[in-house]
């Protein structure tokens, strides 16, 4: 079945101590998503990918960075974990720009200790 | 401003009775509508859009949702509701930049 794969589905981590998640679709969506959610509230956006096209939501930490090598893969980096990073981060992908609904991962849940 | 209200933070209802989960929105233009529900440590599962044409859509799971443009509402109802149902639920609406704006959203809780 078409769908959205993230690994792994729980992360620990160091503070401070580089991460990287990573996300994998077979859906051939244009768009990825990153979303970080936190204790059952919204998911907060971080950034996206069209295609190539890399945009970053303008209160995104420098921490975090994403990398998107082919269409079926993307990352997301976290360069120096703190507390105040845990949290479950999804994946998520749409055909395209215009935007009918997203397909979403699993998620990993990311602990730092 | 665009936005999304999920007023209920939580909402109980009995096995077997109706639920409804509330959301109303305020957006430019023609409304696209959303409804996600999020199992514990799960993403999130798509339940049912609107888009345009009939106002009471059909979703996953016997879930529907019906889209009121007087009353900027669209929201979830289902006939008879499960224990397995109890999850979170998110209301979400596509803004001018194709972006979805989320609700905060509502836990459903069903008691057996």
């Known amino acids: 079945d078409a769908m959205v794969i993230q690994n792994p589905r729980y992360q620990v981590t160091q503070f401070g101590k580089p991460v990287t998640l990573s996300c994998s679709q077979t859906?051939?969506?244009?768009?990825m998503y990153w979303y970080q959610q936190k204790s059952s509230q919204a998911p907060k956006l971080l950034f996206h990918y069209y295609d190539k096209d890399f945009n970053n939501e303008a209160d995104t930490p420098d921490n975090f960075q994403s990398r998107r090598p082919n269409t079926s893969f993307c990352f997301l980096d976290i360069r120096s974990p703190g507390l105040g990073d845990a949290a479950m981060y999804l994946c998520?992908?749409?055909?395209?720009?215009?935007?009918?609904?997203?397909?979403f991962g699993s998620g990993t849940r990311l602990t730092v200790v | 401003a665009q936005s999304v209200a999920q007023p209920e933070d939580q909402v109980n209802v009995a096995e077997g009775n109706p639920l409804t989960v509330k959301c109303t929105y305020s957006v430019s233009g023609n409304p696209y509508l959303f409804w996600y529900v999020q199992y514990p440590n799960r993403g999130l599962q798509f339940l049912l859009k609107?888009?345009?044409?009939d106002n009471l859509v059909k979703g996953s799971y016997g879930f529907e949702a019906e889209f009121n443009k007087s009353q900027t509402s669209f929201h979830l109802k289902k006939p008879s509701a499960l224990v397995s149902d109890s999850a979170l639920y998110f209301c979400a609406v596509r803004d001018s930049n194709y972006q979805l704006i989320w609700g905060a959203g509502t836990k459903l809780i069903i008691k057996p």
């Open positions: 609107y888009i345009t044409g």
């Open positions: 859906l051939n969506h244009n768009v």
């Open positions: 998520a992908t749409s055909r395209g720009p215009l935007n009918y609904g997203y397909t």
